[in-house]
Each structure stands twice: as C-alpha cells, then as structure tokens.
C-alpha cells in the first residue's frame, strides 16, 4: 500500500495521566492553570511517541520528578464534546518515598499548585472523566490486572 493510503486513515487523540501516592496512600492531584478543575500529572502523548513515554515526559515536565510505571486502564471516550474521539492511559507512578515527595518541582507555566489528598477528597476535584476512571484504575491495582474501558460512565 502506499503512504498516500495511510494519509486518509483517522487519527485519535492520546493522552495518558499517572496515579502518583505519597506514604499516606494520599494521591497527587496537580491544579492546572488552563482548567477549572484538578488532574493527574500526565498530559498530551505526541506523535511517534508512545503512551508510556508519553506519560514519564510529561510527569517530569510537570512535577520535575522521573518515575516508573505499570499500566491500568485504557479508555477509549467518544467525540461527544465535538473533540474528536481519543484514547486515555493511566499508570501506577507507585508511592513517593519522601525526599521525592519533598524534591517536586512544579513546571508553573502549566501548574500552579499541587496536593496530595484522600482518594474520596481528590475525586471532588477531579474532571468528571477521573472520577469514573480512578476508582477503576485502584480496584484494577488491588487486583494486579490492567483494565479497558469504553466512554466510562
């Protein structure tokens, strides 16, 4: 096939966020400042760049820290907002030791503040799409097994 053929396929959207705890079990939850609500560090994935690098770029860029990560969900979610459909990861960003949890260093451009909260107080904050992704993404954790999830309600 040639490339003029790949040219008229579809593109999707990726983004991919990372579930970051301190030893408290209280997850970070960062405040954008282009938002009205609170997220998870991660963001935009880019072209020719995968998921999970796309998430470890984007924790560093955002909180100036690097972690590892294990995959949980994949969430295709529909162009119902007229944003075309795309494609959310999450990752476990595992727990913080402390001289990590005092060692971020927000990218304040994108980030103006940061917390780290009870599970049940972060999912106050967080856009509507987290709230329905977390409590999956937790559960899949305690389970060991990674999850797919189509427009979560």
Sequence with gaps: ????????????RMGAGALIFNN??????LKPSYKDYWSIPGGVIEENESPKAGCVREVKEEIGLDVSLQFLCVDWTSSKEGKGDSLQFIFYGGVLPPEQENAIKLET????DYKFLAVDQALLLLSEKLKRRVPKCLEALKKNTAL???DEN
């Design 1 to 12: 096939m040639s490339n003029d053929y790949y040219k008229t396929l579809p593109k999707k």
């Design 109 to 112: 451009e994108e980030i103006s």
């Design 24 to 29: 408290k079990n209280e997850l970070l939850t």
């Design 148 to 150: 797919y999830l189509e």
